[in-house]
């Protein structure tokens, strides 16, 4: 078993990870919503499933290498994915980021810590 924590390039790796399905989601829902396909609040939790999802995998697989503080270093994956997402949509589109899907990356690396530590803690 692994015998040290996630490096920076591990978390960023991680962040990048987690912000993956939320970009595809909300050019697919954007798209869906604009020739009126879907509406304004299936969007939004499709949105945060979407960030929910990113969060769990790119903190699972950062988790993994961790050999001890798993939930913490899940939910550390979480924030981030969170700062990198607010960093970009900064750049990109200068307005400010909707909360709720942006908190579902902070609950998807709770829920990828804690699922690592208990699958891993049986294995050691």
Not at 16 to 24: D, R, S
């Amino acid at each position: 078993m692994s015998t040290r924590m996630p490096t920076f390039e591990e978390y960023l790796a991680g962040a990048m990870v987690a912000n993956a399905p939320g970009w595809v989601a909300t050019a697919t829902v954007s798209y869906l919503y604009e020739i009126a396909i879907v509406g304004g609040e299936v969007a939004a939790a499709i949105l945060v499933v979407a960030y929910i999802i990113g969060g769990f995998i790119g903190s699972y697989l950062v988790c993994r290498r961790a050999y001890r503080d798993r939930v913490k270093t899940g939910i550390e994956v979480g924030l981030g994915a969170l700062m990198l997402n607010i960093i970009f949509i900064a750049l990109l589109l200068g307005a400010p980021p909707a909360i709720p899907p942006l908190l579902g990356l902070i609950v998807g690396g709770l829920i990828g810590g804690l699922i690592a530590d208990r699958k891993l803690s049986k294995i050691e």
